[in-house]
């Protein structure tokens, strides 16, 4: 639990920023929808971070064969 300081201020807990790998000077990102705050740290890199992501989508799926069946559809 943590506490908003006067100032709107919040210290991330120590077990938190170790298991987080958090470094002073990193930037988090904040979102709120409802009644929640979800902050998560700023990707260091975004091609990495990004990197497999949908990858479920495309499992036992031959994408070569997906995309010509894909194209075969403009011509009609």
């Not at 210290?11 to 470094?23: F, S």
């Not at 497999?52 to 069946?69: N, P, V």
């Amino acid at each position: 639990m943590i506490k908003i300081s006067s100032k709107y201020q919040i210290v991330i807990p120590r077990e938190v920023r170790k298991k987080l790998n958090l470094e002073a000077g990193d930037k988090l990102i904040i979102n709120a929808n409802d009644e929640k705050v979800i902050i998560y740290p700023q990707p260091k890199n975004y091609t990495k971070y990004a990197l497999g992501l949908g990858k479920e989508i495309w499992q036992g799926i031959d994408a070569t064969d997906y995309i010509r069946k894909e194209r075969e559809t403009w011509k009609s």
